[in-house]
């Protein structure tokens, strides 16, 4: 499985973006899709998920800001980020499991910078 993140950038706070990723090769076996990120001297963590069900879940600091979603063809994710903050700055991984082989996919990582 590849996946291959865009949509990030420069914003100001308060502003808007989408990230998007799209998975190739062997995704009949991915059952979720999302998104991790990791600022500098921090470790990753989970920004948002979705399975193939639709079912969501997203990390406490970005609950009512970020909304996760997955396109027809069901092996694209998108992350529309609003009322971005300074310290939502962050590479933004997109990630794909099989929940059965419990394997992960990551993708190359894409970098938001919100200024103040």
């Known amino acids: 499985v590849q996946l291959q993140a865009s949509g990030g950038g420069l914003v100001q706070a308060g502003g808007s973006l989408r990230l998007s990723c799209a998975a190739s090769?062997?995704?009949?076996?991915?059952?979720?899709m999302g998104w991790y990120r990791q600022a500098p001297g921090k470790q990753r963590e989970l920004v948002a998920h979705?399975?193939?069900?639709?079912?969501?879940n997203y990390g406490n600091s970005v609950k009512g800001r970020f909304t996760i979603s997955r396109g027809d063809a069901k092996n694209t994710v998108y992350l529309r980020m609003n009322s971005l903050k300074p310290e939502d700055t962050a590479v933004y991984y997109c990630?794909?499991?099989?929940?059965?082989?419990?394997?992960?996919?990551w993708g190359q990582g894409t970098l938001v910078t919100v200024s103040s």
């Open positions: 979705i399975t193939s069900g639709g079912i969501t």
């Open positions: 090769g062997s995704i009949f076996s991915i059952n979720g």
């Open positions: 990630n794909a499991v099989d929940y059965g082989s419990r394997l992960h996919y």
